[in-house]
């Protein structure tokens, strides 16, 4: 049975990432990050200007990994969000990181690729529920190339790095601590008998006493 459901798990990720593969072909890309970002955003942007009824229609045929990005997030009870082409605009540019420029070459590169896995006719079934400036928008005049954004390396912030040196100063507590502990335990054990190791001793009662100097740094 557990071989069974990761058979399963596995069948459905390889058919989502079927569909971004198709998406990034599209795009005219091999950056499936980006090509995944796009699918996304066209996702959730449509998602919002459906009812609750068109986007369980839309979304039966989505495999069910995409079924979950689809409603990642998703509010029911302010849909449908009565955006038009300006609002879409921003809601894709900021989710796929492209230009504003560049949405709707974009989108329509993605509702090209996500048609051919569609039952003919539900793609423009949905569609027509928006309004035709928009469903313009989303079709677009995919003639246009789209521009694949240029991967960057991001700029480290103050906080990012003050956040790293407090882990490595944890870390180093934690560290100290550990070597106390041990060291004490071991100054204090004794054979029956036997006099105290008097310098074994001494470390230990140091480190003891260092111990809550250690949890205050």
Do not use: C
């Not at 689809?70 to 879409?88: L, N, Q």
């Amino acid at each position: 049975m557990p071989q069974t459901r990761s058979n399963a798990f596995d069948q459905t990720v390889s058919n989502a990432n079927l569909w971004v593969n198709d998406v990034a072909r599209a795009l005219g890309t091999e950056d499936h990050r980006f090509a995944y970002r796009a699918l996304r955003a066209w996702l959730h942007a449509l998602r919002d200007r459906l009812t609750v009824e068109a986007s369980a229609k839309f979304t039966a045929q989505l495999p069910e990994v995409l079924r979950g990005v689809f409603y990642e997030g998703w509010e029911p009870t302010r849909v449908p969000s009565k955006f038009g082409p300006d609002g879409y605009v921003v809601r894709f540019s900021h989710e796929a990181a492209v230009p504003a420029d560049q949405v709707g070459a974009t989108a329509a590169a993605v509702s090209r690729a996500l048609g051919d896995h569609l039952s003919p006719g539900l793609l423009a079934q949905t569609l027509a529920q928006l309004p035709a400036a928009l469903r313009e928008l989303v079709l677009g005049a995919a003639s246009h190339p789209v521009e694949v954004p240029e991967q960057k390396t991001a700029r480290r912030s103050p906080t990012v790095d003050s956040l790293e040196q407090r882990v490595q100063d944890l870390e180093t507590t934690v560290a100290d601590l550990s070597e106390a502990v041990n060291v004490l335990s071991r100054g204090l054990e004794q054979r029956p008998g036997l006099e105290p190791d008097e310098q074994r001793a001494a470390r230990a009662a140091r480190l003891a006493h260092e111990i809550p100097i250690a949890t205050e740094r």
